[in-house]
């Protein structure tokens, strides 16, 4: 029983018993569709080749908290390819160890991992950083383009409205 709101699937009136039959068939529902979208990413052409994600804005309050913690989770989900380099660029002065320690304490293990932060580690070591003259540092970027070979590239724009390019 597919649910197509989340306030439908906690409409359940019944007894416990089928309430936790309901539950688990959302979990099964759940798995299934995890399960659907990770052989879709996996059968599409650019998750074979090489991606750069550029992050402009990467040492503000958008990027730590929101925008990688979700690169952490796709890439935990192996919803990125292999080989995947993640370059933050800002107008902060920082060394790549520093940019790493700075994001760290923003990306959870998972429970699965029982605390180990191996996983984390392995997530920040993909992590670069450059420091940009300002957002709209169009050299600066283009450095970062011609330095890395990759197939597919994506820009992400971490950066206040006042900032727009």
Known sequence: MAHRF???SF???????EKKQEYCM??????????????????????????????IGASGDLAKKKTYPALYALWNACLL????????????AKA????????????KSSK??????SRVDAFLSLCQYRKGASYGDWEGIQSIL????CDNILIYLAIPPHGTL
């Open 6 to 8: 989340r306030s439908e």
């Open 11 to 17: 409409a359940s009136t019944g007894s416990n018993e």
């Open 26 to 55: 959302r979990q099964d529902t759940i798995a299934e569709a995890e399960d659907n979208i990770l052989d879709t990413v996996a059968s599409e052409s650019w998750y074979q080749k090489s991606l750069l994600v550029v992050v």
């Open 81 to 92: 390819p292999a080989n995947t380099t993640i370059c933050g660029f800002a107008r902060s």
């Open 96 to 107: 790549n160890e520093d940019f790493r320690n700075h994001l760290k304490p923003y990306l």
């Open 112 to 117: 699965k991992d029982g605390g180990d932060t």
């Open 146 to 149: 011609s330095e890395t070979n």
